[in-house]
């Protein structure tokens, strides 16, 4: 059974920073490219960063201020995310693709607010 678990989500004032952590178990881990995705209400999920074997990419808004890494020995994927903004509020989901199959986390909740 494939699991992904996020965690580090919460309330954090603007410019501060969050560390997410997706932990997966049930899978291979390394034949997998990890990808952070990210939902608000009334909004559409949207890709935030991916990480693949050899290289990453990220969506157009995070503008240097988010880092993907992952860890295969951990089977732990991380986003790293500073200079928050409240538009940076939404569910973050964690997620793992291989061209046939994917699967998703049950999102970690973060509010970026005074």
């Known amino acids: 059974q494939v699991q992904l678990v996020e965690s580090g989500g919460g309330l954090v004032q603007p410019g501060g920073s969050l560390r997410l952590s997706c932990a997966a178990s049930g899978m291979r881990f390394s034949n997998y490219i990890m990808g952070w995705f990210r939902q608000a209400p009334g909004k559409e999920r949207e890709m935030v960063a991916r990480?693949?074997?050899?290289?990453?990419a990220y969506g157009d808004f995070v503008k240097g201020r988010f880092a993907i890494s992952r860890d295969n020995s951990k089977n732990t994927v991380f986003l790293q995310m500073n200079s928050l903004k409240p538009e940076d509020s939404a569910v973050y989901y964690c997620?793992?693709?291989?061209?046939?199959?994917?699967?998703w986390g049950q999102g970690t909740q973060v509010f970026v607010s005074s």
């Open positions: 990480i693949g074997s050899i290289s990453s």
């Open positions: 997620n793992a693709w291989d061209r046939t199959q994917e699967y």
